[in-house]
């Protein structure tokens, strides 16, 4: 959706996070009132000051003129300062709320929306875009209150003053009126053009740094530099243009102040000449200041403006976020305790995008404390499943069932707490291996964690590193081998103690002493516990209670390896046959 100049109901939903804020809000407007008579009253002190004191040369006057002058600058700059500070303060109070709102939201959302989503993209949103909201009141709204009520005061003033000269300044103003709603429509489609080229830059380096190790290892630096350029290129094209209207407009609206200002000098001039007694000195002196004050606050307004669309645009992208519901996850409403483990597919369908189905009317029963393995070939689904039982995604039909109870039922948190993943790509933050190993639940102590490391064999392993438990492991857990990570990850399942455990090609891509050390993990974290465990390697699942085995989306054979293997022209035995001769080989 675009966003128009001014989207009424748009900046309605704004002004509502004002509300937590409201006597601060109020005290933004009432010190731009202040500002607006403190402003209006300076030129006005000059005349007063020429006319009556300084023609006259009267010295008493005159100093107490000055220091009439004096206090009326210290408030403004007090009311400035107040001004500026409270406007900016609700700016950054009101983006933090946005912010976590949007963050809480991207919680909440299915794995189908980022799987379209480009992160690069959904950082924009979240880092850029909010900053720019702060804007709308730190550099637009209040902004423009203030300007606005400037000239209204100006206005009065100058109106009581002298009429003949303000009606000089007064017909002057549509022109510039005219000339900054031009610059205005051409600012907003080309502050469009730069967020959508900021996204867009933002989601190439994004994913270009994410992936540097392929970019690298298939010689595509000059592509990707090539492609760079290119989006550089129209990124750098479209602000070119902004300050193109810019370079434009300011000095269009300084040629017409100047020219105002000179007819005004000119037309009192000869009033003043002529001895005409409605213009005087002090109206000359004044109005000078007047007219900047008039002008300025004008000209800017458009800038002001630019500000104000910035955000709008900005908060109406990060707002399309926020309204994205079909994507939110369903929250049900049990609170889901210790699983006994019983698991049932029943008839069910599933499909990532229409009209093609990955999931196609399985029956699967996974009995309390059984260990089963899902093998088949890249595609047939298998990691899949997984990603149903744990509600990542929705089916299309049929039902899942934990303890013959529908899992659409349990409230997802809860649900999630029951089932832990030890995923073949591990992802560890930047952060100590303790706090990878907790992801920060406070009712896991340093000691259960050391002991579980223990029981599953890690703990020397972890005692090897730079500073053990506290030794940190950088982005993505860059500083640790794949087995260190794997090793890593089998003891966050293991002290979350789940009800069901699920390990999803967690041995495919590991050397022969971490395999070892893994198997050793897996035999302790899987013993009591109902467990899943997927595969291409079939040396691994060879002890599984029950073995799966998938094609294409459906179940083709069921049973133990034994049985399974004594089948003459089964899949798995043809499978398992043909792992073992290109061992062999």
């Not at 089998?490 to 893994?518: G, K, M, Q, W």
């Amino acid at each position: 959706m675009k966003a128009k100049a001014f989207d009424t109901s748009l900046f309605k939903r704004i002004l509502k996070y004002t509300k937590p804020y409201q006597g601060r809000f109020n005290g933004v407007i009432l010190f731009a009132i202040s500002l607006s008579v403190f402003a209006a009253l300076r030129p006005y002190l000059l005349k007063q000051t020429v006319d009556a004191y300084i023609k006259p040369k009267d010295e008493h006057g005159l100093l107490f003129y000055v220091c009439i002058m004096g206090i009326v600058l210290l408030s403004e700059v007090v009311s400035q300062f107040y001004f500026v500070y409270w406007a900016n303060w609700l700016g950054q109070d009101i983006i933090k709320d946005i912010r976590t709102k949007l963050f809480e939201h991207f919680l909440q959302f299915k794995m189908r929306y980022f799987d379209t989503a480009p992160v690069g993209q959904l950082v924009t949103r979240s880092v850029s875009d909010i900053e720019q909201i702060a804007r709308i009141f730190s550099q637009g709204l209040f902004m423009i209150i203030s300007d606005m009520l400037k000239m209204i005061v100006v206005l009065l003033f100058m109106f009581y003053m002298n009429w003949r000269l303000t009606w000089i300044v007064v017909l002057a103003m549509p022109i510039l009126v005219f000339i900054t709603r031009v610059f205005q429509r051409k600012m907003q489609v080309a502050f469009e053009e730069v967020r959508n080229q900021v996204s867009n830059l933002n989601t190439f380096i994004q994913e270009r740094v994410t992936g540097m190790k392929i970019v690298q290892l298939f010689n595509r630096e000059v592509i990707e530099f090539e492609k760079f350029k290119e989006i550089n290129a129209k990124h750098n094209k479209a602000w070119i243009k902004t300050i193109l209207y810019n370079s434009i407009f300011f000095p269009i609206a300084e040629i017409i102040s100047s020219l105002t200002l000179g007819l005004v000098v000119l037309y009192g001039g000869y009033q003043i000449l002529d001895g005409n007694k409605f213009t005087t000195f002090g109206d000359l002196f004044s109005y000078t200041m007047f007219i900047s004050l008039l002008f300025n606050p004008l000209r800017q307004i458009a800038d002001k403006f630019n500000e104000m669309q910035m955000g709008m645009i900005a908060a109406n992208r990060v707002f399309d976020i926020l309204d994205s519901s079909k994507d939110v996850q369903l929250q049900g409403t049990q609170i889901a305790h210790h699983f006994k483990g019983k698991i049932q597919f029943d008839k069910v369908h599933f499909s990532y995008n229409e009209p093609e189905e990955i999931i196609k009317g399985i029956n699967l029963t996974v009995n309390e404390g059984e260990t089963i393995a899902i093998v088949g070939a890249t595609g047939a689904g298998k990691t899949t499943i997984i990603n149903l039982l744990n509600r990542f995604y929705e089916i299309n039909s049929g039902s899942i069932y934990i303890d013959d109870q529908n899992i659409d039922l349990f409230q997802l948190e809860s649900l999630r707490k029951q089932i832990a993943i030890v995923l073949q790509d591990v992802f560890l933050f930047a952060d100590s291996i303790y706090h990878n190993i907790t992801l920060n639940n406070p009712s896991i102590s340093r000691e259960e964690v050391e002991r579980a490391a223990q029981k599953i064999g890690v703990h020397e392993f972890i005692l090897s590193l730079p500073g053990g438990y506290d030794y940190d492991v950088k982005e993505r857990g860059v500083m640790l081998s794949s087995g260190q990570r794997q090793l890593i990850a089998f003891l966050r399942a293991y002290v979350s103690n789940p009800s069901i455990l699920i390990l999803d090609e967690a041995t495919s891509s590991i050397d022969t002493h971490s395999e070892e050390l893994i198997q050793k993990a897996t035999e302790t974290i899987t013993k009591g516990r109902t467990s899943i465990i997927i595969a291409h390697r079939l040396a691994t699942v060879v002890k599984a209670d029950k073995i799966i085995v998938m094609d294409k989306g459906l179940i083709v054979e069921e049973g133990t390896h034994k049985e399974l293997i004594s089948k003459p022209e089964g899949y798995y035995k043809n499978l398992y046959n043909s792992q073992f001769v290109s061992i062999q080989d």
